[in-house]
Structures are given as structure tokens and as C-alpha cells.
């Protein structure tokens, strides 16, 4: 292991799905062994979109959830570092600072904002928080100077404002942080189960990484294809259809997929067959999950000595950085 830094994470709004796996999950178990591992619970940027004392209520819920998920995927605990975002209030004073490293036009244009408004309902009154997503998102990630930051195609544009944030602070002040990069993966923006662009806890259109293998039936059975197929002897439409999509990322015997669509395409295969074929893919996938997160439930406390342990570790790290950047830029009680 370098001692190069990832930092990535979730809201707490809920638990994994297979979109966050694909997203950044999957690149965050295999980077695991290169880097020094933060992950952030990022409760401050839940209050964007539900601020609601019922939507606070579940955060320590969530989190925890979350942790599990992400030790289920197969993130090692002795590891990682997991913090609350909100139990380090240098990091608000972190943002504090950077506001003025960026314009309200740079933020205005980037379109994932205004899609997260429009999910919450708030389009037409955007919070000043939820305009500002992308540097408190800066604040996450230079706060313990990382390297690298996977994440999904949603968070691209706010990687490259924390990039710009990084840059302009050491041209003003002095070579401080480094340009943290971004890490892609393959499909960076999985389709929800409705087939909406994207799969999203808010939206409900989401697999959990925690589903029962009767749950995961359910879904697919009910999840949306091709509308124009109104009988299994139509032939049928395999491209950006979310089923085949989900097949040609989950499903690990790509000659079943491709028979699948040379059948699709003809006419010559009903959609239960299909939907039959990808849930029990879906369930292959998920065993090793469910296995290794039934494990991690037998040790009580230890999510929570993760989430605590983790916080203190990383405030510690970020008051030596605060000091740091407190100093660059000269301010009183450097
Ligand atoms: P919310 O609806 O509360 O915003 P979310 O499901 O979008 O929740 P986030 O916590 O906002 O999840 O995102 C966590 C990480 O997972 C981010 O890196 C994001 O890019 C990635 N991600 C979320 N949904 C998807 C998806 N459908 N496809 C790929 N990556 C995703
Ligand atoms: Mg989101």
C-alpha cells in the first residue's frame, strides 16, 4: 500500500443498491489494497434534499446499513476508515472557506444539481445548501488530502469542481492539497428497475444489495422492458432495455445473455423466461454479499466501534489539515 489516499461515500438516505455497487463499490473493494481507504457518511449533504427531523431521525439507522453493505461487498474493516460527515465540524469550516474559490455560475451549470432538485421537489426553491452540494463535496475530500475519488457518473462534475477548488486554493495560498483524481467505472450510471435513467434510492427503482432472494424475484418480475413487446412472439428491443442491461452487468455466463438476446430479438422467448434467467443471476451475485453480511451481523458493536473509531481517527487527521490551511492563508490563530 502507497500512501496515496480514496475518499468516496454515500448519503444516508437508505441502504446500498446495485447501482452504488457498480458506481463505486465495486472499485472501492478493488482499490482497497492500493490506497489508505476513507468513507464518508455524508449526513450534511442528506439535509440537501431532507432536512425533515423524521429524514435526521434515520440517519444513524442508514449508516449503519451502510457500513454493513459496504463490509458485505467486501470491504475490509481493518481497512477502511468510515466517518460522520457531520461529527466534524472542521469540515463545515473547510466549506466555509472554499465558497469563495468558486463562482455561483460554475455551480449553476452543472446539471446533476438541478436533477437532484427536481427529484426532491424542490426545482423551482433549489437551497442555497443543495446549490453548494459540490463544495461541501470539496471539503469531504481535501479535508484528508485524498488522491483519488470513485464515484458514479452523477458526482462526475463535482469532482472537477473539487479539482478547481484544490487548484486555485494553492495557487492563492500555496501548494497544500493534492488534484484529487476521479476513478470511472463501466457503467457509471445504472438504469433503474422502472427504467429510469438512473437507479436512485429516492426514486424507489433500486435492487439492494440486502434483498432476499424473494425480493430480488419480485423485482424483476415486475421490472420494466421493452413497452412495444406486448406478446413473447414480438420481437423485442435488447438495447437500453433495463433488463438486458442488468443482465450484461450482473450475469456471470455471458453465452446464457447472448442466447437470450438472439431469441429476444426473433421473437422466440417470453419475457418470465428472460426475467427468470436474471433474477437467478441476480441471486448468484448477491450470495457471497449475503453471506459475508450475515457473518459481520453475528459481532454486535462492531458497526458502531467502526463508525466511532473512524470518526475520531478521521477528525483528528482534518484538525491537522485545517491548521494547515489555516496557516497558508494567514487567517487569525494559525
Ligand atoms: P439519493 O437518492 O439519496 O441521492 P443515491 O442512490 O443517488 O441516493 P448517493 O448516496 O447519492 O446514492 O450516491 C452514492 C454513490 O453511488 C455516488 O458515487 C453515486 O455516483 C453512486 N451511484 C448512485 N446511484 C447510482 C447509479 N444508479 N449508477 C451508478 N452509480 C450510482
Ligand atoms: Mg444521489
Redo the contacts with the bound molecule.
Keep these: 500500500m502507497t500512501d496515496q489516499r480514496m475518499l468516496t461515500g454515500d448519503?444516508p438516505?437508505g441502504k446500498l443498491h446495485l447501482g452504488h455497487y457498480v458506481g463505486s463499490i465495486a472499485n472501492r473493494v478493488r482499490l482497497q489494497h492500493q490506497y489508505e481507504s476513507w468513507f464518508i457518511i455524508a449526513d450534511l449533504h442528506m439535509l440537501t434534499t431532507k432536512n425533515t427531523r423524521a429524514d435526521i431521525d434515520q440517519v444513524s439507522g442508514n449508516a449503519r446499513q451502510m457500513v454493513l453493505d459496504a463490509l458485505a461487498a467486501g470491504i475490509e474493516p481493518e481497512r477502511a476508515t468510515f466517518y460522520l460527515q457531520s461529527a466534524i465540524p472542521e469540515i463545515g469550516e473547510l466549506n466555509t472557506l472554499f465558497q469563495n474559490l468558486v463562482t455561483v455560475a460554475r455551480l449553476e451549470r452543472i446539471p446533476s444539481l438541478k436533477d437532484?432538485a427536481r427529484d426532491a421537489d424542490k426545482e423551482t426553491d433549489m437551497p442555497y445548501g443543495l446549490l453548494g452540494y459540490p463544495v461541501l463535496q470539496a471539503a469531504d475530500i481535501l479535508c484528508v488530502k485524498a488522491n483519488a475519488v470513485p464515484v458514479g457518473k452523477?458526482n462526475h462534475a463535482h469532482i472537477e469542481v473539487t479539482r478547481e477548488i484544490a487548484r486555485r486554493f494553492n495557487h492563492l495560498y500555496g501548494e497544500t492539497f493534492p488534484i484529487p483524481e476521479l476513478i470511472t467505472s463501466e457503467v457509471s450510471s445504472l438504469v433503474g428497475t422502472d427504467g429510469q435513467a438512473k437507479a436512485?434510492?429516492?426514486l424507489g427503482n433500486v435492487i439492494y444489495l440486502s434483498d432476499s432472494a424473494e425480493e430480488v424475484r419480485k423485482k424483476v418480475s415486475a421490472m420494466y422492458t421493452d413497452p412495444n413487446r406486448v406478446s413473447a412472439d414480438v420481437p423485442g428491443t435488447v438495447e437500453g432495455n433495463p433488463v438486458f442491461v442488468y443482465h450484461d452487468t450482473f450475469n456471470d455466463n455471458p453465452a446464457e445473455v447472448a442466447e437470450l438476446k438472439e431469441r429476444y430479438r426473433a421473437g422466440t422467448v417470453g419475457d418470465v423466461e428472460v426475467k427468470d434467467q436474471l433474477a437467478a443471476a441476480l441471486n448468484r451475485f448477491l450470495d457471497p454479499i449475503r453471506q459475508r453480511r450475515a457473518s459481520f451481523e453475528t459481532q454486535p458493536g462492531l458497526v458502531d466501534q467502526i463508525i466511532v473509531e473512524g470518526t475520531e481517527r478521521t477528525r483528528r487527521e482534518v484538525q491537522q489539515v485545517l491548521a494547515e490551511v489555516r496557516k497558508a492563508m494567514g487567517l487569525a490563530g494559525a
Design positions: 448519503r438516505t437532484m452523477d436512485s434510492k429516492s
